[in-house]
């Protein structure tokens, strides 16, 4: 089992920054995806960054230049660098991991959340 902790959201006014971090602990050896997902209400979950165990990185258009996603491996945390924050970033910011299991197949493990809201 893997437990995946989220922290450093809060509130931040437009332009503001926020570094969120994401903590796994556990069974924490095969994990080689991790990323950021959020939600605001009634809009669909979205992908916002993933990272690779390498360090190959995805972000959505919409945050590209602006966040940054990096990870420690050593640590099993995952970060999320959130610059130039714009209204439209607040939502409940997801963690995510996925596990290769011994028989190779994926799993996902998920945070609780934490929220993020950008307002003046």
């Known amino acids: 089992q893997v437990q995946l902790v989220e922290s450093g959201g809060g509130l931040v006014q437009p332009g503001g920054s926020l570094r969120l971090s994401c903590a796994a602990s556990g069974t924490i050896f095969r994990i080689n995806v991790m990323g950021w997902y959020r939600q605001a209400p009634g809009k669909q979950r979205e992908l916002v960054a993933t990272?690779?165990?390498?360090?190959?990185?995805n972000y959505v258009d919409s945050v590209k230049g602006r966040f940054t996603i990096s990870r420690d491996n050593a640590k099993n945390t995952v970060f999320l660098q959130m610059n130039t924050l714009k209204p439209e970033d607040t939502a409940v910011y997801y963690c995510?991991?996925?596990?290769?299991?011994?028989?190779?197949?994926?799993?996902?493990?998920w945070g609780q959340g934490t929220q993020v809201t950008v307002s003046s």
């Open positions: 990272i690779t165990s390498g360090g190959t990185t």
């Open positions: 995510k991991a996925e596990q290769i299991r011994i028989d190779y197949t994926r799993y996902d493990y």
